[in-house]
């Protein structure tokens, strides 16, 4: 089954400084890898995604790089800011019959310093 | 459209208690997946249901745990004789189906339960 690294387990930053958090998945079917963010106490929520047929997908200061021979992919933050202060979970498809559940990584603390 | 439901988003019990969480999933999903989320960690698969079918339950306790969703009303997970070891966030998340171009492929998470055993 799919098996999803996380590092690292936490990151301090200055504010304005860049952040990248990096997964590695196991399993070289794997077509889709979303990046979610959760506040303390909240839900998580999508940030944002990649699938396989690109390496890299921006969203204003957010991008998602992937290399799918290494099979790792990562998220970089630019300019970060305190409120992208959060937990962050890499995620990869696991294939369940005809359809899939994700598998989450064990999560990135991100510390942004004023 | 509102978002998915979760109930009660927080619930005490003491051990040897049974725990009951509901989750109505976001209006035309049909994929219902439960989440654990121990203090301090990840969020560690359960258990994936479709209408009436459990199509995937290898991340369940073989034993006092147990999830539903029936053909009417929200998904289930209940734990019985609860012990500390159970004291989590119980997330639910829903999707509309198979991941596909159609679909983003994006689960939609509830704020969570979180059950406290004494």
């Known amino acids: 089954g799919e098996n999803v690294e996380q590092h690292p387990s936490t990151l301090s930053v200055q504010e304005g400084d860049s952040a990248v958090i990096k997964c590695t998945y196991s399993?070289?079917?794997?077509?889709?890898f979303p990046w979610y963010k959760q506040e303390l106490g909240k839900r998580p929520q999508l940030i944002i995604d990649?699938?396989?047929?690109?390496g890299e997908k921006k969203d204003q200061r957010i991008a998602v790089t992937l290399n799918k021979t290494a099979k790792h992919f990562s998220l970089h933050i630019t300019e970060t800011q305190p409120e992208d202060s959060a937990v962050y979970f890499c995620?990869?498809?696991?294939?369940?019959?005809?359809?899939?559940?994700?598998?989450f990584g064990s999560g990135t603390r991100l510390l942004v310093r004023p | 459209n509102a978002g998915v439901m979760q109930n009660p988003r927080h619930l005490v019990r003491r051990r040897g208690q049974e725990a009951r969480l509901r989750c109505s999933p976001m209006?035309?999903?049909?994929?219902v997946y439960w989440y654990r989320q121990l203090p301090e960690e990840g969020l560690k698969f359960m258990v994936y249901?479709?209408?009436?079918?459990?199509?995937?339950e290898s991340g369940m306790p073989k034993e006092r745990f147990s999830a539903e969703f029936p053909k009417e009303g929200p998904s289930i997970l209940r734990i019985q004789q609860v012990v500390r070891g159970d004291s989590a966030a119980y997330f639910c998340?829903?999707?509309?189906?198979?991941?596909?171009?159609?679909?983003?492929?994006?689960?939609?998470f509830g704020e969570g339960s979180r059950l406290t055993v004494l």
């Open positions: 209006k035309g999903h049909s994929h």
């Open positions: 990649i699938r396989s047929n690109v």
């Open positions: 249901l479709q209408k009436e079918n459990i199509i995937d």
């Open positions: 995620a990869a498809p696991a294939a369940v019959d005809s359809s899939y559940k994700l598998i």
């Open positions: 998340a829903s999707s509309p189906g198979r991941l596909s171009g159609a679909n983003t492929g994006e689960l939609f």
């Open positions: 399993d070289s079917a794997s077509n889709y």
